[in-house]
């Protein structure tokens, strides 16, 4: 079992649509939990991060964490063409050093 | 922020030979990240660049086959060695600075390196 697990999509959505991307992960002792953007052939963009527990919004982006869960997400409102791109979850736990664990990241279609 | 270039962006080589794949980071750092994604796949960091001593590698990775050295806070080069088709990859390159204590410590990636072993 990996120990950051993703959908990997095709998420095919229509513009305007709301966008629901999520991970769960094993490893409880994961603080900081991010959500990186990659388009093709570019490295990762940092999209949002959150630590520990609760909500976090940035424009159209929320994300989400549930530590008691064990589950991520993210929601990306009123979707353009120009979010189509693969969303990799990621998080990191301070005492490894800043290491990231990806998630196998979710490949988002946005259709005009 | 960091801006981060790398080169190649992209090489076709031939098995058992070997490449180095150089990361320039344009201010001082003081995390540097080797990754590797294979295609359809996600980021496997490789092994951490440690400014004047060693490399820590992640299980899986030696330093055998995938050499680093960093010689000072804004580069580092990460070479595969004796390459197979296996090893073909997109490699990245990231970097970052130490904060505070218990604080988040974002890392900014490269383009990547597109290598195709044949």
């Known amino acids: 079992q990996k120990e950051v697990e993703q959908d990997p999509g095709p998420l095919s959505v229509p513009e305007g649509a709301i966008v629901s991307l999520n991970c769960t992960y094993s490893n409880s002792a994961f603080q900081y939990f991010m959500w990186y953007r990659q388009y093709s052939r570019k490295g990762p963009e940092l999209l949002m991060y959150?630590?520990?527990?609760g909500n976090k919004e940035d424009g159209r982006f929320t994300a989400q964490v549930d530590k008691s869960s064990k589950y991520i997400s993210l929601f990306i409102r009123d979707s353009q063409p120009s979010d189509s791109a693969t969303y990799l979850c990621a998080m990191s736990d301070k005492a490894a050093g800043n290491k990231l664990t990806f998630g196998g990241g979710t490949r988002v279609l946005v259709k005009p | 922020s960091a801006v981060i270039s790398q080169k190649p962006s992209r090489d076709i080589c031939q098995r058992g030979t070997s490449l180095t794949i150089q990361c320039q980071v344009d201010s001082q750092v003081t995390m540097m990240f080797w990754y590797r994604q294979q295609p359809g796949q996600s980021l496997t960091l490789i092994a951490t660049?440690?400014?004047?001593?060693?490399?820590?590698?992640e299980s899986g990775f030696v330093i055998d086959k995938f050499p680093i050295s960093r010689p000072n806070l804004t580069f580092s080069t990460l070479t595969v060695s004796n390459m197979s088709p296996e090893d073909s990859s997109i490699y990245l390159c990231?970097?970052?600075?130490?904060?505070?204590?218990?604080?988040?410590?974002?890392?900014?990636f490269g383009p990547g390196t597109r290598l195709t072993v044949l």
């Open positions: 959150t630590y520990s527990s």
């Open positions: 990231s970097a970052g600075r130490e904060g505070k204590a218990n604080s988040y410590n974002e890392q900014f």
């Open positions: 660049a440690n400014q004047g001593s060693e490399a820590t590698y």
